[in-house]
């Protein structure tokens, strides 16, 4: 099916330990997206990538790095994580005026 | 930067109308979005609006833009349990990128 493909679905990471979150995309789009989801926060951009060579910061960049791999793939890497980075993490790519396909989630606990 | 509001939570009865609304900043929005998760998926989107339409009607979805106060709203006519899920409006941004800006989501209950 075509669509956005998160792995893992849940990690439990000990504070300090590095982690890579995947992602990729089969629809050919050029623009993908990392947000985190915090309750009563909604979702907020971390990186994006508007095009296949390039990645540039959200609103909240700070303990994270981002590698676009490919056109299919756009990668978010904790170098070492903190509790306060425990959230949920969707990738996101672009569909143009129909907005975003948003992958299923990365469940992320810090502890 | 933008903020996108909305308020968290909405308790309806099954079979009445439910109105989920929100208020935006950047008024040279193009879109504005709604999506919809449910619990322990991805967001998926319901519907969207352009920038010059003041409404939207698509089955049991209402979509009302009023540009002058920034203010979006969802109606859901004839609310069903399995419309029990969070809500969130998100407007595009102009500039790069193709960025969207969410709100914080409506926790929408519906009770038998």
């Known amino acids: 099916n075509a669509g956005v493909t998160q792995t893992p679905k849940f990690q439990v990471l000990k504070t300090g330990q590095s982690m890579t979150l995947q992602c990729a995309q089969d629809m050919n789009h050029n623009s993908m997206y990392w947000y985190r989801q915090d309750p009563g926060m909604g979702l907020r951009l971390i990186y994006y990538?508007?095009?296949?060579?390039?990645?540039d910061k959200g609103e909240v960049p700070n303990g994270y790095n981002v590698s676009r791999l490919n056109k299919r793939e756009f990668s978010l890497r904790l170098e070492s994580a903190a509790p306060s980075q425990t959230s949920v993490y969707f990738c996101?790519?672009?569909?143009?005026?129909?907005?975003?396909?948003f992958g299923s989630g990365t469940r992320l606990t810090v502890v | 930067g933008e903020d996108v509001e909305q308020s968290l939570f909405l308790s309806v009865r099954e079979g009445d109308s439910s109105v989920i609304n929100c208020t935006y900043t950047d008024s040279s929005s193009t879109y504005l979005y709604w999506y919809k998760q449910e619990p322990g998926a991805g967001l998926q989107l319901l519907t969207y609006?352009?920038?010059?339409?003041d409404m939207k009607q698509d089955q049991r979805l209402t979509v009302l833009l009023n540009k002058k106060d920034k203010h979006l709203s969802l109606r859901i006519a004839d609310t069903q349990t399995g419309d029990s899920a969070i809500y969130f409006c998100?407007?595009?941004?102009?500039?790069?990128?193709?960025?969207?800006?969410f709100g914080t989501g409506t926790q929408l209950k519906v009770e038998l």
């Open positions: 998100a407007e595009s941004l102009t500039g790069g990128g193709n960025k969207l800006t």
């Open positions: 996101a790519s672009n569909r143009g005026y129909y907005g975003y396909t």
């Open positions: 990538s508007a095009s296949e060579g390039t990645t």
């Open positions: 609006i352009f920038s010059n339409m």
